[in-house]
């Protein structure tokens, strides 16, 4: 995977931050882009540090014009994009007649209106050079109903759908385009669900009262397990594999 230049957003975020470690671990170069800059920086110093190939560029994935002034800067810096990881995500919660006209379009904006962005603007430039590889990091959720989680819920599935009819259309280019949806995994946006020091076993056990099973393997995802489906999906072992779905959930949507 060499000589290859990923672009990663949701960079400073748990599963992000993982994928670009991930990735310039294998030789690839990452432009790491997120809209906090200080936690971004944070990120990309470490991979540095260790003789690794990233670089920040900070961007709010919701504006289309920053997102376009970016992808030119990425291009024009690092060189032509071969893969692209929608991984940024925001999540509030709560019951869907409570969430407020502001929690449903911050949610959308991130979470599939900034999946539409960017892939816009990077497949675009992928379609002339008729290569390339997308893959979006979406939720389990997208397809198992969750209690309090309708807004982030309904956005993952969006752009989960976006992500395959886009793949569809470019697949005539040789650009593949695929999803990863994750189940629980252990980072922020997890434990800020949590309301006491049980968090990760109710995750784990499951909640029957809220309709949710627990996790059949018996435990959290850990970031680098979905950044490991991330790279399979991005390298040539998954040269004949697009608008696939593939599910990191240790069996808690019961393969669904």
Avoid at 121 to 149: F, H, L
């Amino acid at each position: 995977m060499t000589e290859k230049t990923a672009l990663v957003t949701g960079a400073a975020g748990g599963i992000g931050a993982a994928v670009v470690h991930d990735l310039a671990a294998r030789g690839i170069t990452v432009a790491a882009v997120d809209r906090d800059p200080d936690r971004l920086a944070q990120v990309v110093a470490e991979v540095t540090a260790h003789g690794l190939r990233a670089e920040a560029f900070p961007c709010d994935v919701t504006s289309s014009a920053a997102v376009e002034r970016t992808v030119d800067e990425v291009e024009r810096r690092l060189g032509p994009l071969t893969d692209l990881v929608n991984a940024a995500g925001v999540l509030r919660l709560a019951r869907a007649v409570d969430l407020t006209d502001d929690d449903w379009s911050a949610t959308f904006a991130v979470n599939t209106t900034g999946v539409f962005h960017v892939s816009r603007a990077v497949v675009a430039r992928m379609v002339p050079r008729r290569s390339g590889a997308v893959v979006t990091v979406a939720s389990n959720a997208a397809g198992t109903a969750r209690q309090d989680m309708a807004a982030y819920a309904a956005s993952k599935a969006a752009a989960t759908m976006f992500t395959k009819c886009l793949g569809l259309e470019v697949a005539q280019y040789g650009i593949r385009c695929n999803v990863v949806a994750p189940g629980s995994t252990d980072t922020p946006m997890l434990t800020a669900m949590w309301h006491d020091t049980d968090g990760a076993k109710v995750s784990v056990e499951g909640v029957p009262e809220a309709f949710r099973v627990g996790i059949p393997l018996g435990r959290l995802a850990r970031p680098a397990d979905v950044a490991d489906a991330v790279a399979f999906l991005l390298s040539d072992r998954a040269a004949h594999i697009t608008l696939h779905d593939l599910t990191v959930d240790g069996g808690a949507a019961l393969g669904v």
